[in-house]
């Protein structure tokens, strides 16, 4: 009931269901001889032959060790938004929600001596108006990730655009996990119309990414981005990070130094993270701490963060967090922001699940804010 609770981790996401491999030589499988006569006989219709083989061929190979593998997550909400500055609600049809959609490509080959060549790419997409990317910000390709790299005994080396681990850690402590639209901790954090205490993006370009092998449950990454700036080597993105996992008991540290995506008059962010999540059985425990210090400005925020999810029935459970951030700022006088979140999610299956949420968003000094939507998830 535990990782029904809140969102959804990589380990607990199905198997993809497509996987192209290449076939063996010396047996013809059903789909390769439906393919050669189709395409022998429509040759003007070859290239279709083939994207429609692919996907018979994967049908047999759902074991093979190396492939290529199709995967992703569609999700959508209709609702009401409200946040704390807002004069006037809003009424949306919106992507994501729970989790923003994307759809990736992955694959391995094994170089022997335990050790692998890997590859991701992974592009965000917009189901409620068929765009691509989370917005016209996004790279028009593959703006979640993409990266090559190899992995073995001593651990995985890749390099590319990757995920940030410090948002991959934010997500383990808190019930809403990676919603950048429901999570009270990540909207504080990460999205700008709710005034981010966190300078840089959920997802970091010219990575060189290194994740230790696990030990005793402790996993260590660390991540170094060059700002590709001629003559100043200075301009980087750097952090370590470590996850604690170990029966029911997780356990996150992060801290990440920003200096590529900073704003003038601010020439960078430190950033440290702190959490622990326990499944108790009957609920699951959420509790996390932010602390941000913003270069030259001399701004600093300090963010907390409660949360729960408690499982009400074989299949559905309720979520609820609370963030408060209190910012710190020489040059002029900034309330505190509390935000709350309140939701039900419920699985028909491992992989489509709906839920209802509730957002209350305050910011002292202004309007009272809040929002609620019904939504859905798939995974493919």
Known sequence: ?????????????????????????????PSAFLLENFTMRHPQRAAVGRLFALFLISAGLAHAED?????????????????????????????????????????????????????????????????????????????RSGWVGLSGAYGQLTIGRHTSPYYVSMQMVNPFGSSVVFSPLVVQSYVAAFSNTVIGDTVWNNVIQYVAPTVGGLSTTVVYAPGE????????????????????????????????????????????????????????????????????????????????????TKSGSILASWARSTIDNPAAVVGDHNTAGLGYDYYFSRRTDVYVTYLYDHIDGKAKGNSYALGIRHLF
């Open 229 to 312: 700036v001629a003559g100043n080597s200075s301009v980087n993105n750097a952090g370590i990070h470590l996850r604690y996992v170990q029966g029911k008991l997780s356990a996150v540290f992060s801290a990440q130094r920003v200096r590529t995506a900073a704003v003038a008059p601010s020439t960078g962010q430190n950033a440290e993270l702190a959490g622990v999540a326990y499944d108790a059985g009957w609920a699951k425990l959420y509790a996390s701490a932010q602390a941000t210090d913003n270069k030259v400005t001399n701004i600093t925020s300090r963010t907390w963060q409660l949360g729960t999810s408690v499982p009400v």
């Open 1 to 29: 009931m535990g990782e029904r609770a809140g969102h959804r981790t990589d380990a607990s996401r199905p198997q993809p269901r497509i996987i192209f491999c290449p076939c063996q030589a010396d047996r013809q499988s």
């Open 67 to 143: 492939g290529v593998q199709v995967y992703g997550l569609i999700g959508s909400y209709a609702g009401s938004i409200k946040r704390s500055d807002n004069v006037e609600r809003t009424a949306v049809v919106g992507s994501g929600g729970l989790t923003t959609s994307w759809w990736g490509i992955r694959g391995s080959e094994d170089l022997g001596d335990g050790t692998k060549g890997i590859f991701q790419v992974e592009q965000f997409f917009q189901p409620d108006t068929g765009g691509a990317g989370r917005s016209t910000a996004d790279p028009a390709g593959f703006s």
